[in-house]
């Protein structure tokens, strides 16, 4: 297994939780991580990424309330998910991609439930 997501739950809105996925060692260190989610009827929604180098990127919706880090002693990428709204609910899902020498390889691990309630 490559990538295997974990920690979702269900919260109370302004609540908080953390997810993590474990990086197999054979992309941790080559490949981006990212964090995706899709609510029920809607596409899958790209929230944040972190490269190997540590750098990081989020989408506007959850700049400030989410910090995605690199856990390197672990191999894991976590996201950290601080003052959840009802409309944060959806299953998360991590990704792992990288473009080498005109090749992608690209990565899913399961998804991993949060709901946030009102």
């Known amino acids: 297994v490559q990538l295997q997501a974990s920690g979702g739950g269900l919260v109370l809105a302004g609540g908080s939780l953390r997810l993590s996925c474990a990086v197999s060692r054979n992309i941790f260190y080559t490949h981006v991580v990212a964090w995706y989610r899709q609510a029920p009827g809607k596409e899958r929604e790209y929230i944040a990424q972190v490269t190997p180098a540590g750098n990081t990127n989020y989408v506007d919706s959850v700049k400030g309330r989410f910090t995605i880090s690199r856990d390197e002693a672990n191999q894991r990428v976590d996201l950290q998910m601080n003052t959840l709204r009802p409309e944060d609910t959806a299953v998360y899902f991590c990704?792992?991609?990288?473009?080498?020498?005109?090749?992608?390889?690209?990565?899913w691990g399961q998804g991993t439930q949060v709901t946030v309630s009102s």
């Open positions: 990704n792992a991609k990288s473009t080498r020498f005109g090749a992608t390889t690209n990565y």
